[in-house]
């Protein structure tokens, strides 16, 4: 069955106003040893120990990236948080801080901001990276918009970048394939009591962070996270690196058979190689290179171009903001 969204009841951020509502959320929120100032100032003063710093940023728009029918503000708080630090352990590298943006309709409830924070909070201590601030701003009847930009180091190593695959590496992923989409089509369908482990994951995704610096660390030569589908983000990694991938199906069979059991066979494989919001890491490692703990292969590097499965092009499959 679907889930009834009630607008929580009490002040709304207009009832609230500015400068009470920031009094409400900061005391939320984590703070770190590598913050010399935090919210309260026009910036907050982090220390960068290696001289360069790691920055990245997403948004999410309700009724474009979320339902408030089917995700609370604390779900919210906690997906955005997952997808930028994925995008942080995708270059190798740790999380420093994070800055964080609402812009809302002004009727929007101070219970569902305040919920969003304590999400948002909770995933960034688990994370044990510090909220540094951010900005406030309204916006028109029914638009509620929250983005974070998170900041990270490399430790001193180079970054791990999509271009320096070459033929013969060894594509592995770290993480699981198609929870998330595999949720998402459950709640589509009303079955959330089929596996609401998996709906769970749509909502509240949980990438291996502290595996990015580990395939740093072991010689990873590109990577990114699964954002957008294995088979999309999978191209991506083989345009900026010059290269083909080829998908192994009987390696990904083990990702789709206890998906299988829920939704279908085709809509397994269409979940583990086109579904997005999973945010799993996918790395290319040299074949003479064992795969750190926690790493299966999945494929492999080939020269040419493309992303092919069973011989088939994969690469433009999986979610485009723009097209769907």
């Known amino acids: 069955m679907s889930v009834e969204h009630r607008e929580p009841a009490g002040p709304t951020l207009a ?9 409400t959320i900061f005391p939320l929120l984590p703070g770190g040893p590598g913050v010399l100032l935090g919210p309260g100032d026009d910036t907050a003063l982090l220390r960068t ?3 360069s710093v790691l920055v990245t940023t997403d948004a999410m728009v309700r009724g474009r990236d979320w339902l408030d029918e089917w995700s609370t503000g604390a779900d919210v708080g906690a997906k955005t948080v997952a997808q930028n630090l994925a995008d942080i352990a995708a270059m190798g590298g740790v999380p420093s ?3 964080v943006t609402l812009v809302a309709d002004p009727r929007t409830s101070v219970a569902w901001v305040r919920d969003f924070t304590v999400g948002l909070a909770r995933s960034a201590r688990e994370a044990d990276v510090a909220v540094l601030g951010g900005d406030l701003s309204s916006a028109p009847e029914g638009v509620l918009v929250v983005s974070v930009t ?3 180091d490399c430790e001193g190593r180079q970054p791990v970048c999509r271009s320096g695959a070459q033929a013969g590496d060894v594509l592995a992923v770290c993480g699981s394939l198609g929870h998330s989409a595999t949720g998402l089509l459950l709640l589509q369908r009303g079955e959330i009591e089929r596996a609401p482990e998996l709906v769970d994951y749509h909502r509240r995704p949980r990438p291996p ?3 990015g610096p580990v395939a740093a660390r072991a010689g990873a030569t590109a990577m990114l996270d699964i954002s957008d ?3 999309r983000d999978a191209g991506r990694l083989a345009r900026a690196s010059g290269v083909g991938i080829e998908l192994d199906d009987l390696l990904l069979a083990g990702d789709v058979a206890p998906l299988h059991q829920v939704v279908g066979a085709d809509d397994a494989w269409r979940a583990v190689v086109e579904g997005g919001e999973e945010h799993s890491l996918l790395a290319c490692f040299p074949p003479l290179v064992g795969l750190p703990d926690g790493w299966r292969r999945i494929g492999q590097v080939v020269a040419g171009s493309g992303v092919r499965l069973r011989g088939e092009p994969v ?3 999986g979610w485009d903001h723009f097209r769907g």
């Open 15 to 23: 009832d609230l106003g500015e400068d009470e509502l920031l009094a």
């Open 49 to 51: 120990p290696h001289g």
């Open 97 to 99: 801080g994070l800055l």
């Open 150 to 152: 998170a900041l990270g």
């Open 209 to 211: 962070y502290e595996q």
């Open 229 to 231: 589908g294995l088979g």
């Open 315 to 317: 690469d433009g499959r």
